[in-house]
């Protein structure tokens, strides 16, 4: 099978202080085909911006390689093809920038569009993600969150991408706002045939919108499923708690505990988890494929 993204072994590794290392991202492989929306879902401070950062060239990882199309994505250069869509939207544009101006900044350098043929393509591209032309020479501050992100994702498509990268897009948006980006996601998915990586701690949004599904903890992945009809299998004991951490309506009922982080050679999950045997202490257990397109890194499963 071709792969849209492909993930070989990411290491991400951070300073904190003289001594500390904090590992962000521990050893992460995956791929992505064609056309599927994959969500990834974890709590606070698993590893999951970082991830999104590294797979869009915004961060230079440790170890590991990232492929687009079976070529190599190259830290600080330009990528049209893979987008990214960040949480807070006011702090991803330039306030001094009118709405026209930064959506056009990458027809301009892509595409070397400019003038007319630029504002023309501005124009359509607001219309397409439900906000009016006329507003094209307002300034960020004139919108409301929502709008805001519905202008940042038609930056994003303005590159023309095959591959968004949404880093939990809902999250700063009041829950009515939500529902309307969230449609709209999934129409220009759709429309545009696009690939997407979805983050998000609201799993009925990953529910309606993802393909399948990666679950992280402590730089870890350890669960993935290749479809989501099988959603009810999911059977990692952190899994396990993280959806019951959440009722139906994607609301938290629960608070975990910030992720514990274990030595390299040991489960990440080691500390919390119910299962836990001098084994897992001692080394992590590897993402293996149980059933088919269903892969599970705990060595009690």
Request: with cysteine; net charge neutral; hydrophobic share 40%.
């Amino acid at each position: 099978m071709d792969f849209l993204l492909e993930a070989q072994g990411l290491r991400k590794t951070y300073r904190r202080g003289w001594n500390r290392r904090i590992e962000a991202v521990r050893d992460v492989s995956f791929s992505l085909p064609d056309g599927i929306c994959l969500g990834l879902v974890g709590e606070s401070g698993c590893g999951k911006s970082t991830l999104c950062r590294i797979l869009a060239g915004l961060e230079q990882p440790a170890a590991g390689r990232v492929f687009y199309r079976g070529a190599p994505v190259r830290p600080g250069r330009i990528q049209g093809g893979i987008q990214m869509v960040f949480q807070n939207s006011l702090d991803s544009v330039n306030l001094h920038m009118d709405i026209a101006h930064i959506i056009s900044e990458p027809l301009e350098n892509l595409f070397h569009m400019r003038g007319g043929s630029s504002r023309k393509e501005v124009s359509r591209l607001l219309e397409m993600v439900g906000i009016s032309p006329e507003d094209m020479y307002k300034y960020p501050q004139q919108f409301s969150g929502g709008q805001l992100q519905r202008v940042c994702i038609a930056r994003a498509l303005a590159a023309k991408p095959k591959l968004l990268l949404l880093d939990e897009p809902l999250s700063s948006l009041d829950v009515s706002v939500q529902a309307q980006v969230l449609n709209l996601l999934a129409g220009l998915k759709s429309t545009l045939d696009l690939t997407c990586l979805l983050i998000s701690h609201d799993l009925e949004a990953i529910y309606y919108l993802a393909d399948a599904l990666m679950v992280m903890y402590g730089g870890v992945i350890v669960e993935q499923i290749g479809h989501m009809e099988d959603f009810s299998k999911l059977c990692h004991p952190y899994t396990r708690r993280l959806l019951a951490a959440y009722d139906i309506a994607g609301e938290e009922r629960e608070s975990l505990p910030p992720p514990a982080r274990e030595p390299d050679g040991g489960c990440p999950y080691y500390q919390r988890c119910v299962l836990r045997t001098a084994r897992c202490q001692a080394q992590r257990p590897p993402l293996e494929e149980r059933e088919k397109d269903h892969k599970i890194a705990c060595w009690n499963i």
